[in-house]
């Protein structure tokens, strides 16, 4: 990182006087517990693990410093599961993130799928002409698994994903939660996740490019003078 991007002094004070609130914060809420699931203790939990993330992270970058504290994962920061043993009805919520890395080739795919949409009828669409409009017609053309196993010819970056089921007493009624389908889960009631984040990959990269650098340290004339024929990435 260079010194321009690294955070200040202040910064990393100010952070550390976070983890202390926070601490603060935690400490009262387990000492007034009402219960062994008690939802203001989950909360200060949360709190806590998220500002010593921050402080951690801060440190890390101007001091080149790490604290003894491990952060758990999204598995264990759940509360225990309290829904029913044998739930009648699921919910599946999943959030995918992507980058729009290729906007020209982004219009471009939407504007094929417009082009097709319009041949018969002789007319000619305009949704594709602007990203926000493109997107529309990709994913309105395409499933979601289907944009995520393609999303580099779609000119698209992943990021971040997760995908919770949650379990239900009964199944909703139709288009009951339609108009805000994701602001009343109940953490206690996840039956499982499964979380995907380049974070997590950090750790094995590291590892495989310095087993990289100690074998083929010294092999760089050879590997220049072989031939290599280029992939043809194009399907």
């Known amino acids: 990182m260079s010194d321009a991007a690294q955070p200040t002094a202040a910064e990393v004070r100010a952070a550390a006087e976070a983890v202390k609130t926070a601490l603060d914060r935690h400490l009262a809420a387990v000492e ?4 062994e699931d008690d939802p203001a203790v989950y909360e ?4 806590l693990a998220a500002a010593a993330e921050v402080y951690d992270e801060l440190l890390y970058d101007r001091y080149d410093e790490v604290t003894p504290f491990e952060i758990p994962g999204a598995d264990d920061s759940l509360p225990p599961y309290a829904g029913p043993e ?7 919520l999943i959030r995918r993130d992507y980058a729009v890395a290729e906007p020209q080739r982004l219009l471009a795919q939407a504007q094929r799928v ?5 041949e018969d009828d002789g007319g000619a669409g305009d949704a594709a002409g602007t990203v926000h409009g493109a997107l529309g017609v990709l994913f309105g053309e395409f499933e979601p698994d289907e944009i995520a196993s393609r999303h580099k010819e779609f000119g ?3 990021g971040d994903s997760t995908l919770w089921v949650t379990a ?6 139709p288009g009951e939660w339609l108009e805000a389908p994701f602001e009343q889960v109940d953490p206690q009631r996840v039956v499982c996740r499964f979380d995907v984040s380049a974070v997590f990959d950090e750790d094995v990269s590291d590892d495989i490019e310095e087993e990289d650098d100690l074998e083929f ?3 760089e004339d050879e590997d220049q003078d072989e031939d290599l024929e280029p992939i043809d990435a194009e399907r």
Request: net charge negative.
């Open 32 to 35: 007034a517990r009402s219960g």
């Open 44 to 47: 200060a939990f949360n709190e």
């Open 86 to 92: 044998e739930p009648n009805a699921i919910s599946v």
């Open 114 to 118: 417009e082009a097709v949409e319009y």
């Open 156 to 158: 698209l970056e992943e």
């Open 168 to 173: 239900a007493d009964e199944p909703a009624e």
């Open 217 to 219: 340290d010294g092999d």
